[in-house]
């Protein structure tokens, strides 16, 4: 099979159900070749990339369309620039619903990279509060007209900026104190635009003014606190400093991914809306299961586990045939994420708060627990694959297809914690029987 490793197939590959195995666009590797096995697929059956194509084969059509609205926003704000005014209809009709498809995009960390910064960052630093703005809509189930309102209004929260001379917004170096209190007064620039725009809501100039605000009284422009402040402003507030983070802008290269999730967690406490940075960063978790990652000692490895009641963000990490648990080693930490090394994991186990596990990938973690814990040791096979199911069910929180149900028909998920303390205090009696 070595022939093929490194290939990237053309199309999406299904097996014979119909059921998308590896998409079009994945790099052939050791893994991504097993799983085409274990589906009986011949990879001499398939067709692949030519070279000259493989530079554009990595672009999922959610970037490709990202960039296509960013281009039809450089026109809409460049209007603004000249103007003081905001085409709203135009924004309504060709910037918002590309946002929203962009939205879409089942893989979170598949988004995050089409969506940092990279070249024009104004531009898309806009559409990208946008689109994460109207994610965090859509899961806080708000009605479509407010998803809608939402977006647009992230969307246009720093048009104050087309007052702001370039020369200010995209310099390299320090701002003197003069031209941080210039740029401080976009937010007040953006409400008089929006306020005098023809058809524009209030609370669309009102997520403008209030955006830098915080929940404890030290944002600006006015300083005001808590329920004071717009909701919509407190959703635009989260992601706009969530991507200007992770962005590359002209006075700093992003920061990175360890250190954005430490202070997102840090602004909950007094300066952002406690609720919605933990269901962002409960999101995250629940993505971040399969994807690879560069660690801070320069290796790339893949996060095969993280704790469901995880709050530092701190998973295991699979590395050269090694695991790493990154809440043991502190040493180290994840610089980036790079998505994950094949578009399809087989069988998926998703636990209660929505994380999700290869099942291969969880097996592994479950032998590699079991070989470090004293108790464990000197079973028999019939009480080891018991164990095994125990864990599984244990980590998963719900019963599952290979648990019997003899044993967990009825079970509470109390029970079966209780069950599985019985089985280490007891030295592992075989309950089996």
Request: glycine share 8%; with cysteine.
């Amino acid at each position: 099979m070595s022939l093929w490793l490194g290939k990237t197939v053309k199309h999406d590959v299904l097996n014979s159900f119909g059921l998308l195995v590896l998409q079009g666009g994945t790099v052939l590797t050791e893994r991504s070749l097993q799983l085409l096995e274990k589906h009986r697929i011949d990879p001499a059956e398939l067709s692949y990339a030519e070279p000259s194509l493989l530079s554009t084969v990595g672009d999922s059509p959610y970037d490709q369309l990202f960039r296509e609205t960013i281009m039809s926003s450089e026109e809409l704000f460049d209007y603004a620039k000249r103007t003081n005014k905001v085409p709203l209809s135009e924004f309504q009709k060709r910037i918002v619903p590309g946002i929203h498809e962009v939205s879409l995009n089942p893989d979170l960390f598949q988004l995050f990279r089409d969506i940092r910064g990279k070249d024009t960052y104004t531009y898309e630093h806009n559409i990208a509060v946008g689109v994460l703005a109207n994610m965090i809509g859509m899961w806080l189930q708000l009605p479509e007209a407010d998803i809608q309102h939402l977006a647009l209004a992230a969307t246009l929260h720093d048009v104050g900026k087309v007052n702001i001379p370039d020369e200010i917004l995209q310099k390299p170096g320090k701002l003197t104190e003069e031209e941080y209190k210039l740029i401080q007064k976009h937010t007040i620039f953006g409400y008089d635009i929006l306020k005098n725009t023809e058809g524009t809501s209030h609370r669309t100039a009102l997520v403008a003014l209030q955006h830098h605000e915080r929940e404890d009284g030290k944002g600006y422009p006015f300083g005001i606190r808590g329920d004071k402040i717009d909701f919509f402003a407190k959703i635009v507030a989260i992601v706009d400093i969530f991507h200007a983070m992770s962005s590359r802008r002209p006075y700093h290269e992003p920061l990175p991914f360890q250190q954005v999730i430490d202070r997102m967690k840090s602004g909950s406490f007094g300066e952002l809306q406690p609720n919605i940075v933990h269901m962002f960063m409960r999101r995250l978790a629940a993505s971040i299961i399969g994807n690879q990652v560069k660690l801070s000692d320069g290796r790339i490895g893949e996060i095969i586990y993280l704790s469901p009641n995880e709050d530092e963000m701190k998973p295991i990490v699979k590395v050269e045939g090694e695991f790493v648990d990154l809440k043991v080693v502190r040493h180290l930490h994840i610089v980036d994420v790079y998505g994950s090394q094949t578009s399809a994991k087989g069988i998926v186990y998703e636990t209660e708060c929505g994380t999700w596990f290869g099942e291969d990938d969880l097996m592994e973690v479950i032998d590699w627990f079991a070989e470090r814990e004293p108790l464990f040791q000197g079973l028999n096979g019939r009480q080891y694959s018991y164990l095994r199911q125990l864990l599984l069910d244990y980590l998963l929180g719900s019963p599952t297809r290979e648990v019997p149900q003899v044993v967990l028909e009825s079970m509470s998920y109390e029970r079966r914690i209780e069950m599985l303390d019985n089985v280490r205090k007891e030295r592992l009696q075989d309950y089996a029987g």
